[in-house]
């Protein structure tokens, strides 16, 4: 699991037979996950191929998309999402020229050595950039708070480590601090909202409650903290139990029973597995919710 990067890429070759690999029992047995554990989707076509394929803009401030695993692989749409909301506020939204990782899964498994070779490889690929100080926009949580936070902690005696973590920005907090040059949004109507755990304690989250209070919805955050997935954490046979009793404390509950017409807001990658597996509600990262609200 920690090296989902690593399988991710090949199952990228042929996502059909991957997710059907994926779910046998004897997948799961050799991953360690819990038999009754649902596993997300590998996308027919990953966001580093959209992107591909994409008319390019007509230039503007250039800016550095992170097509994190997560979303690049299971939910390219949180991505194509971000891409043309940056792009309707005239900046010119460029990937990595290979794909790249920053080694958020390896932290949970304590393989630090490897963590530090991708963020190797992320100053190798990303040299130019780095010393341009081009923003880097992030997306999902968990990869923002490891520019952040980790790698500063493995390799803060690094100027390139340095400066690249003072390059990253959060996708929400990137937008806020500059919404005038977004377009306006359609406003109003309610949310429920579940911030990720890494956005809260490492990145805060005023700045996604100000996005909010800007597009003028009525916002309820429940109070339970965690929504219990965390990562392999809500799949590991050890743990799977766990990871749906912290859900159904309150979360899963609160999903179940919410009307029609609300919105779910959750950007991390595993508060939306755990709410649309065992919510059954439909999620929207800030991006998603932003692009969809653009007049």
């Not at 920053?102 to 963020?119: E, S």
């Not at 109507?189 to 919805?217: D, N, R, T, Y």
């Amino acid at each position: 699991m920690g090296l989902i990067d690593t399988w991710a890429r090949a199952a990228a070759a042929a996502p059909a037979i991957a997710n059907v690999a994926a779910k046998t029992g004897v997948a799961k047995w050799a991953a360690g996950i819990d038999r009754r554990a649902r596993l997300p989707s590998f996308a027919s076509q990953t966001f580093r191929g959209w992107y591909s394929q994409r008319t390019k803009g007509m230039g503007g401030e250039r800016l550095l998309l992170w097509p994190d695993t997560f979303n690049n692989y299971f939910r390219p749409a949180t991505l194509i999402a971000a891409t043309q909301l940056l792009a309707r506020a005239g900046y010119d939204v460029v990937i990595p020229s290979k794909p790249l990782c920053c080694g958020r899964p390896l932290y949970d498994w304590g393989f630090l050595d490897k963590a530090k070779q991708r963020f190797e490889r992320i100053f190798s690929i990303l040299g130019s950039e780095i010393a341009a100080g081009t923003p880097v926009v992030v997306l999902e949580p968990a990869c923002a708070s490891a520019f952040k936070d980790e790698l500063l902690n493995l390799m803060g005696d690094r100027p390139e480590a340095r400066k690249l973590s003072a390059q990253v920005h959060y996708f929400a907090d990137f937008v806020a601090d500059r919404i005038d040059r977004f377009p306006r949004f359609l406003k109003g109507g309610a949310a429920l909202v579940q911030p990720h755990c890494h956005h809260h304690s490492v990145i805060g989250f005023e700045k996604e409650a100000e996005l909010l209070a800007h597009l003028g919805l009525e916002v309820d955050r429940p109070p339970q903290g965690c929504c219990g997935m965390a990562g392999a954490f809500g799949m590991a046979k050890e743990s799977f139990d766990v990871a749906r009793k912290i859900g159904e404390r309150v979360l899963l509950p609160r999903m179940r029973a919410l009307d029609a017409e609300s919105i779910v807001v959750a950007d991390g990658f595993s508060c939306r597995e755990q709410i649309e597996m065992n919510g059954g509600r439909r999620t929207l990262h800030i991006a998603e919710l932003l692009r969809e609200r653009t007049l």
